[in-house]
């Protein structure tokens, strides 16, 4: 039995390891459907589709001396970095269990901390990763 809080979810963008974020989104593994219905009010055929992968967001706590100017360069990079995220479960004390779930892509979105002068609630951000069409 495994838990939400049991992975090390790691990124890197074009080259340079981000470190581990603490949320992950999406990617799902997915097909387009498609379906023919035939002459003669003959029953819908189901004939499979390619594959998709969707769109995966990953976030994590903003740490102003860590983040601040890597957040800036993310923000330049969007639509162009190739990224490599990883999906790693991990066992109860913390080390690696199998192998990880590999998503690759290009940096869709970076989305900086939200604001609010009446809230104390940590800072975080995400980005967004147009997904690959096959996960590895």
Not at 56 to 61: D, F
Not at 89 to 99: E, H, I, Q, T, V
């Amino acid at each position: 039995m495994g838990q939400q809080n049991q992975y090390a979810n790691t990124l890197i963008v074009d080259g340079r390891p981000l470190g581990v974020f603490d949320t992950w989104g999406g990617g799902e593994a997915d097909s387009d459907e498609v379906k023919y219905s035939p002459g003669g009010m003959g029953a819908e055929e189901a004939h499979g589709g390619r594959q998709v992968v969707g769109n995966v967001t990953l976030g994590r706590m903003y740490k102003r001396n860590r983040d601040h100017e890597l957040v800036r360069w993310l923000i330049g990079r969007r639509g162009r970095a190739r990224v490599v995220a990883n999906r790693q479960p991990l066992d109860r004390d913390g080390n690696a269990f199998g192998r990880p779930l590999v998503y690759t892509g290009v940096l869709k979105a970076v989305s900086p901390q939200d604001v609010d002068s009446n809230s104390s609630d940590p800072d975080l951000f995400e980005v967004e990763i147009s997904t690959d069409g096959t996960i590895g």
